[in-house]
């Protein structure tokens, strides 16, 4: 397994800003797809942004595109999530998650479909 280690997360006001970072142990065909969940309290993880690390593919669930932009820096094997515009809604436990790319440039957007996980990083929004 990867080992994954999420930072970046706080606690904001309506409509400020957060980014959030996960270190990968490495940048190899385990971590083709990286992609970022979430689990509020009493709610299932769901997937928040998915990456395709070597097509640079994404993919936004609705509730945060136009808000939340994923990206990578290859050269320091870090995933990244910009959160702009949060609202109450995004509060909640931040995931980084990586697995290997089934078909080139897609990447799944269910859980049971990652094997490395971080610990995780808390985005409290308040209004």
């Known amino acids: 397994q990867v080992q994954l280690a999420e930072s970046g997360g706080g606690a904001v006001h309506l409509g400020g800003s957060l980014r959030l970072s996960c270190a990968a142990s490495?940048?190899?065909?385990?971590?083709?797809?990286m992609s970022w969940f979430r689990q509020a309290p009493g709610k299932e993880r769901e997937v928040v942004a998915v990456?395709?690390?070597?097509?640079?593919?994404?993919n936004y669930a609705d509730s945060v595109k136009g808000r939340f932009t994923i990206s990578q820096d290859n050269a320091k094997n870090t995933l990244y999530l910009q959160m702009n515009s949060l609202i109450p809604g995004d509060t909640a436990m931040y995931y980084c998650?990586?697995?290997?790319?089934?078909?080139?440039?897609?990447?799944?957007?269910?859980?049971?479909?990652?094997?490395?996980w971080g610990q995780g990083t808390q985005v409290t929004v308040s209004s």
């Open positions: 998650a990586a697995a290997p790319s089934r078909t080139w440039g897609w990447c799944p957007t269910g859980t049971n479909e990652y094997n490395s």
């Open positions: 990456l395709h690390t070597g097509s640079y593919n994404t």
């Open positions: 490495e940048y190899t065909y385990r971590t083709a797809c």
